[in-house]
Every structure is written in C-alpha cells, then in structure tokens.
C-alpha cells in the first residue's frame, strides 16, 4: 500500500463526535495503508474504534477557557501528545482541537496539516457587549497562529464562514477548501412513506438556546394554543458546560406544560425521522448541519433558519422552508404550512432526497477529503 507506515493523527474533542462525523475517513485511510490514530476526550467508544483498527489516545480539552493557565497547560500537554505519536498528516477537527491543534502542529513540525472548521462556534453568533469583542478578538488571534503551517489546507462548510475569517483575516485565501458537511450514508438513512395520523414534528439536536430550542418550544405552545394537532418531539441532552445549554428544569417544567415530547439522547434519528412529518432545526448558526443532511436524506421536508449553514443545507422553497433566526412565530406558521400542506411536504421531500444524492453523499465527502491529501503530500514532496 502507498501509504504504509505513515501515521494519520486525528485531533477532535470528543469520540462520540468522531464517529458520527468522521469515522468513514479514518476507516478510508486505514484502506489506504494510513496507521489512523484519534485523540480526543473518551466516553465509550474506545473500545470499538480499536476494534476497528485505530490507535485511540485520551486527551481531555478544557471546555470554558476562562483560565488561561489551564489552557497553556492543555495546549503543552497537546504538544508532548504529538511529539511521540509524531504523525506525517494532523486532521483537526472542532473548535479547540483547530485551534490548539493548528499551533501545537507548527511547534512540532508536523509536515502536513488539515484543519476542518465545522462552525466558528458560539462566539460568532451575533453577541455584542465589550467582554464579547475581547474575547472574539483572543480567538481570532488563535486562528491566525493557528492557520500559519506552511503545508496546510482548511475546511469549510459554507462560504459564510469562510468569508467571515479570510475577512477577519484568520486564514490565507490559498488554503480554504469547501465541503459540504460530513456526509451521510444513503444507505442508512431510506425513504419511506409518511405514516397516517397525527403529524408529527421533530427537532433533533444537542438542547443549546443557539440551536433555537426555545423557539422550537414556544413555537409549539402557540400551535397548540390555536388547535392545531401535532406532535413535537425534542430528541437530544443538554450539555451542563456549554454556557448556551438548556437545563434540566427547562426540561421538567416544558414535559409538564405538555406541549413537547422530550426523548433526550437518541441514536435511532433515521427511525425517528421516517417517523416524522417535518424536521425543523431553527439554529442561530452552523457549520452545515449533519441532521438536515439525514432529513433531507430521510425525504423529509425541512425548516430551517436563513443563517450561515442552515441555508446551505437546503433549497429555499425546493427542500424546505427559511425563517428567520430567534422567530418562535414565524416558525410556528413554516409549521402549520406544511402540517396544512401535504403535497407540499411530499415535493419537499422527494427533493430533498435528490439533493442529498447528489450533494451529500458519504463517498462524495470522503473522496474530497482524499484528494485534499493528496495534494498537501505532493507539495510536501515538492
């Protein structure tokens, strides 16, 4: 195999994630010869990724960053990690690991360097007061330190947020690529007719007020005050480090008002989702959401957000709905449109699925990935 003996380093901040949005590279390069070794923060995944034949190392990140000793050592630490793993290719995935990840790669002179920008996070959702431009002023500072490797490419999702840091001025035009989310195997994910009765109506993603969960909520509340008959389900759990979580009493006191179903955690989302009449994820800003990509891949019709990522996941009035961000009633009414539409729905639907055939696809995603390889290795050897 070309490839024999070179050793792929991915750095991401948790194994969960890594799996549900990366996996099908790693076992990729494993195909191509590539010793595959993942770091990141373990919950139970260990063991089945080294049953697959990867390297797994344990590495906690700090989550707030309110302390910038703790981040110096997390970030010297990152560096003695991959000094003896000593890998020819670094892939970076997720906030920290990006940016840590991006600086330790250039201390260590790792010769090649991928790193994947899946959303610039919290910090660039439309936040003012002078704490958030300090601290999105410190994090652009890292990007720029983090996107300086000589032999690096980065990746986008959407052009928004490839704009936002060339404009910023947090990476070189030279490096950015695009690629349209993480992929979804179409196999996993198949189409199947509507079921008769009560609509239902699904939002699917962790409990973050930036993924719009309480207009997801409010937006129930008001249908259900005018009599319209559906059923709302929440699937996801909150996330107690994330500033922007939902808490668990938001979650008791919205059971008890009776208007949503929440599942919590669910790793059935193709049956839920076969389940369901409309998937809805009304966020403030992403990457490319991977759950519109399995909608639209389920034939789904969805409703979105006209934001960065969620826009770029759909065709407006084609495979779904926009609506403005943090609009509960207007989300309320894309809703109740389409409950009162069905072969609106079904059009939807049915273009949702071409489109994840033709954009989405799993192989089309890992193809891109490789051929990005490929060409930070020949100008390697250049």
């Known amino acids: 195999m070309k490839n024999k003996n070179k050793k792929l380093l991915f750095i991401v901040n948790v194994d969960w994630f890594f799996v549900s949005h990366r996996l099908p590279i790693a076992l990729k390069a494993l195909e191509e010869g590539y010793e595959v070794h993942l770091l990141c923060a373990l919950t139970d995944k260990a063991d089945y990724l080294e049953s697959l034949g990867l390297v797994v190392h344990p590495f906690l990140f700090t989550r707030s960053g309110k302390n910038i000793f703790n981040e110096i050592i997390c970030i010297a630490n990152l560096y003695r990690q991959v000094k003896r793993i000593k890998p020819d290719l670094i892939h970076l995935v997720t906030i920290k690991p ?70 910023a001025g947090g990476v070189q035009k030279g490096k950015v690529r695009m690629i349209r989310g993480s992929g979804v195997d179409l196999q996993d994910y198949p189409v199947e007719s509507e079921s008769e009765g009560v609509p239902v109506v699904v939002m699917a993603s962790r409990l973050l007020k930036d993924k719009g969960v309480i207009e997801f909520v409010e937006a129930a509340k008001i249908l259900k005050a005018k009599g319209v008959n559906a059923h709302f389900k929440l699937i996801g759990d909150t996330d ?103 072969s609106l729905r079904h059009k939807m639907g049915q273009a949702g699925r071409k489109l994840a055939e033709r954009e989405f696809s799993i192989e089309k995603v890992v193809s891109a990935h490789f051929d990005i390889y490929h060409e930070l290795e020949v100008a390697r050897r250049a």
């Open 240 to 342: 107690p480090e994330n500033p922007a979580s939902v808490t668990a009493e938001d979650i008791e006191t919205w059971e008890k008002e009776g208007n949503v179903d929440c599942l919590g955690f669910r790793s059935d989302i193709a049956k839920l989702f076969s389940q369901s009449h409309i998937v809805t994820l009304p966020s403030y800003r992403e990457g490319l959401p991977k759950v519109l990509i399995e909608a639209a891949a389920c034939g789904r019709a969805v409703i979105t957000t006209d934001v960065p990522g969620c826009r770029d996941a759909i065709i407006p009035n084609v495979t779904g709905i926009l609506i403005p961000a943090r609009d509960a009633r207007a989300l309320a009414e894309a809703i109740e449109q389409l409950i009162n539409d069905a």
């Open 98 to 167: 990006v940016l840590y990840g991006g600086i330790v790669a250039r201390l260590a002179k790792v010769p090649v360097v991928v790193s994947a920008i899946s959303g610039l996070g919290f910090l660039f959702v439309e936040r003012k007061g002078v704490k958030a431009r300090l601290f999105r002023s410190a994090i652009l500072f890292l990007y720029r330190l983090a996107m300086g490797h000589s032999n690096q490419r980065v990746i986008f999702q959407n052009f928004a947020d490839m704009n936002a840091l060339l404009v």
